[in-house]
C-alpha cells in the first residue's frame, strides 16, 4: 500500500468532490421544491390531482436509481429536441441533475406529506380564520412549522442522496468516486485510492449524521 | 335590531351521522349569545359553518348580508371579517406575538408592517401583555396565549367574533383573565356567539342562551328565561349538572 501519491492528487480529486457537492446542493434544492409541489397535490382533495402524485411517487419509488440516471441521459435531449425541435445538446451534468431532482422528489414528496399532516386541523382552521387562502395558510402557517419539524429527516435523506451521487460514473460524469478511481488507475494504485475515496464518503456523511441527529435533539426541546 | 348572523334550517353529516340537525337562530348586531350544550352535541360544528371552516349541506347561514354556503361568496374575505378564538389558542407557535398579530393584517388586509404592528401592540397593551410582544407563544401561559389570540382576532377589526369554549382548556386560575377580556369586549357592543359552559359570564355577559342537544337546537331564548326555568327537561338536567360545581 502507497498512499503518498493521493496528496499530490489531492487537487484533482477537490475537482470531483466539487462537481459531487453541486450536484447535490441543486439535486437537494430542486428536490425539496418538487417533493413539496408533489405532497400539496397529494394531499389535494381533487382525486386527479392527489392520483397523479401518488403514482409518481410508487413508480419512482419503484425503479432503481441507476435506471432512471440512464434514462434520463438517453430520454432528456431526445425531449428537449421532441419539445423545441431543434437539437439541443445537453450536458450529462444537466440529464443527472435532473434525474436526481425527479427521482428524489418521490422522496421527500413522503417525508413532507408526513410533515404536513402533522401539523395540527387547529393551525389550519385558525389560518384560515384570519382570512387567508389555502396558499397563505400553507405558505406562512404550515409550511414552515412542517419543514421545522422535518428538517431531520430531509437532512437525513440527502444525505443518502450525497452517497448516491456516486451513480453519475454510468454516463461518464467525473465527479468525486470517478476522479479517485481514473487517477487510483492511472497511478497503478486503485485499491489505495478506492481506499481513501471510500473514508472521505464514510467521514462525510457519519459526521453530517451526527449533526442531524444533534439538530433532531435540539428541535425536540 | 339588524341582523348579524342568521342560521336558517342548516343540517350537516358526516356522511351518514347527522350532527347538525334543522338549526335556526340569528345574532344581532351588539348581541351576545352563550351557546351550551353537552358536549357532541355540535356547538363547535355549528360556530364553523358560520365562517365556513366546516361546509353544511342544507339550509343557510348569512353573514351580515353575505351568504356563507354560496359557492360564489369569497370565504377568505368573508373570514377576514370574523374573529374566531379556539379552545386550544391557535397562535402560530414559529412566530413571536408580535408576528402572531400581524401577520394577517399585512397579508390579508395588505396594511403597513409598521401600521399592523403598532395596531398589534395597542391591542397587546389593552389585554394587558405589552411586555410579552419579543416572545414566542410557548414562553406563555394558557391564559396569556388566550388574550393574544383574542388580540389577534381583534387586530382583523372584525364586525363580530366567534369564541368555540376559549376557557376550556385553561387552569382556572387563569380562566377570568380570559372572561374579563371578553366581557369589556361584549360591553363595548362587540357581537359575540360563544360556545361556552361558564354560566357565570352567560348569566352577566349574554343577552341570550342557546342550549344544544344531539345537534338540535333546543332551547333559544333571553338568558333570564334559561336560567330561570328552561322548558326541556334536557337543559334542566344541563343546568342542575353544571351549575353544581
Ligand atoms: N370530522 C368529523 N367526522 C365525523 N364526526 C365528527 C367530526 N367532527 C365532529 N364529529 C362528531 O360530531 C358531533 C358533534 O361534534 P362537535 O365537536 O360539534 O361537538 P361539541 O358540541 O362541540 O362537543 P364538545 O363540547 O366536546 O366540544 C360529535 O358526535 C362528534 O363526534
Ligand atoms: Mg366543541
Known sequence: MDFSQIVPALPDLWEGMKLTLELLVMAVVGGIALGTVLALLRLSSNPLLSGFAKGYVNIFRSVPLLLVIIWFYLAVPMLLNWITGD??????????????????????????????????????????????????????????????????????????????????????LMDFL????????????????????????????????????????RLAV | MSEMISIQNVSKWYGEFQVLTDCTTSVAKGEVVVVC??????????????????????????????????????LPKLRSQVGMVFQHFELFPHL??????????????????????????????????????????????????????????LAMDPICMLFDEPTSALDPE??????????ELAQEGMTMMCVTHEMGFARRVADRVIFMDRGHIVEDCHKDAFFGSPRSERAQQFLSKILQH
Open chain 1, 178 to 217: 470517478s476522479s479517485a478511481r481514473s487517477r487510483g488507475d492511472i497511478l497503478g494504485l486503485p485499491h489505495e485510492f478506492l481506499l481513501f475515496a471510500g473514508a472521505v464518503y464514510f467521514m462525510v456523511s457519519f459526521f453530517a449524521s451526527q449533526m442531524v441527529k444533534r439538530l433532531q435533539k
Open chain 2, 37 to 74: 350544550g353537552p358536549s357532541g352535541s355540535g356547538k363547535s360544528t355549528l360556530i364553523k359553518c358560520v365562517n365556513a371552516l366546516e361546509p353544511f349541506q342544507k339550509g343557510e347561514i348569512i353573514v351580515n348580508g353575505t351568504s356563507v354556503g354560496n359557492p360564489k361568496t369569497n
Open chain 2, 174 to 183: 387563569m380562566i377570568n383573565e380570559v372572561l374579563d377580556v371578553m366581557t
Open chain 1, 87 to 172: 437539437f439541443v445538446p445537453v450536458g450529462a451534468f444537466a440529464s443527472c441533475l435532473v434525474a436526481f431532482m425527479m427521482f428524489e422528489a418521490a422522496y421527500y414528496c413522503e417525508i413532507v406529506r408526513a410533515g404536513i399532516q402533522s401539523i395540527s386541523r387547529g393551525q389550519v382552521n385558525a389560518a384560515y380564520a384570519l382570512g387567508m387562502t389555502y396558499g397563505q395558510a400553507m405558505r406562512l402557517v404550515i409550511l414552515p412549522q412542517a419543514f421545522r419539524k422535518m428538517m431531520p429527516l430531509l437532512l437525513q435523506q440527502s444525505i443518502i442522496l450525497f452517497q448516491d451521487t456516486s451513480l453519475v460514473y454510468a454516463v461518464g
Open chain 2, 96 to 153: 413571536t406575538i408580535t408576528e402572531n398579530l400581524a401577520i394577517a393584517q399585512i397579508k390579508v388586509l395588505g396594511r403597513g408592517r409598521d401600521e399592523a404592528e403598532a395596531k398589534g401592540l395597542a391591542l397587546l397593551e389593552r389585554v394587558g401583555l405589552k411586555a410579552h410582544a419579543h416572545k414566542h407563544p410557548g414562553q406563555l401561559s394558557g391564559g396569556q396565549q388566550q388574550r393574544v389570540a383574542i388580540a389577534r382576532a
